[in-house]
Antibody, heavy 119, light 110 residues
Framework: QVQLQESGPGLVEPSETLSLSCDVS?????????WDWIRQRPGKGLEWIGS????????SFTPSLKSRIALSLDSPKNQISLKLKSVTAADTAFYYC???????????WGQGTLVIVSS | QTVVTQEPSFSVSPGGTVTLTCGLS?????????PSWYQQTPGQAPRTLIH???SRPSGVPDRFSGSILGNRAALTITGAQADDEGDYYC??????????FGGGTKVTVL
């Protein structure tokens, strides 16, 4: 059973960089699939923010965040990392990592981690 | 910019049937958009219910079914149960390597 677990600071100051990791178990991230990040602002819906393809490291991002976001793979650690720079209160959200198939659906999800942007 | 649309809310009686839909701000949804559906209950991560229009992952009860109805993707819950209460999201592949979530439908069973 593939498992994903997000981790990172729960509190980030405005204008700083949000950094999260997603640890994957029971599947090697370099073997394939897309590894996506989805966020959910408090009381709001789910928002896809970006993905990285496990075999090539090719990334895709939602247009509204493209200038601030970076994703990377750490194959030895079997981990995906998210960095979102210059955060504001609008970036306060639960952040989920998920595995996405070539048929464009998410088959495994992490439990999510709450990040609050506040001074 | 393309927007994926869903009904804001639905109410269904226990044992009843409800159909949620997922559309596009312009154009029709077809299987080429790879519609998928996710259930989220309070405080939980989303759970995959349906993928590629009408396929159910193992472990998902067969009271959940997916289809294309007219120009929209649809999720039907047949024989609703109390623990089906929650938010339901569809995802469509809208091109250019971008999956897009609908705004979600809140389902109440009462």
């Amino acid at each position: 059973q593939v498992q994903l677990q997000e981790s990172g600071p729960g509190l980030v100051e405005p204008s700083e960089t949000l950094s999260l990791s997603c640890d994957v178990s029971s599947y090697s991230i370099g073997s394939g699939y897309y590894w996506d990040w989805i966020r959910q602002r408090p009381g709001k819906g789910l928002e896809w923010i970006g993905s990285i393809y496990g075999r090539s490291g090719k990334t895709s991002f939602t247009p509204s965040l493209k200038s601030r976001i970076a994703l990377s793979l750490d194959s030895p650690k079997n981990q995906i990392s998210l960095k979102l720079k210059s955060v504001t209160a609008a970036d306060t959200a639960f952040y989920y990592c998920a595995r996405r198939t070539l048929a464009w659906y998410f088959d495994y999800w992490g439990q999510g981690t709450l990040v609050i942007v506040s001074s | 910019q393309t927007v994926v649309t869903q009904e804001p809310s639905f109410s269904v009686s226990p044992g009843g049937t409800v159909t949620l839909t997922c559309g596009l701000s312009s154009g029709s949804v077809s299987p080429n958009y790879y519609p998928s559906w996710y259930q989220q209950t309070p405080g939980q991560a989303p759970r995959t219910l349906i993928h590629t229009t009408n396929s159910r992952p193992s472990g998902v009860p067969d009271r959940f079914s997916g289809s294309i109805l007219g120009n929209r993707a649809a999720l039907t819950i047949t024989g609703a149960q109390a623990d089906d209460e929650g938010d339901y999201y569809c995802v469509l592949y809208v091109g250019s390597g971008l999956p897009m979530f609908g705004g979600g439908t809140k389902v109440t069973v009462l």
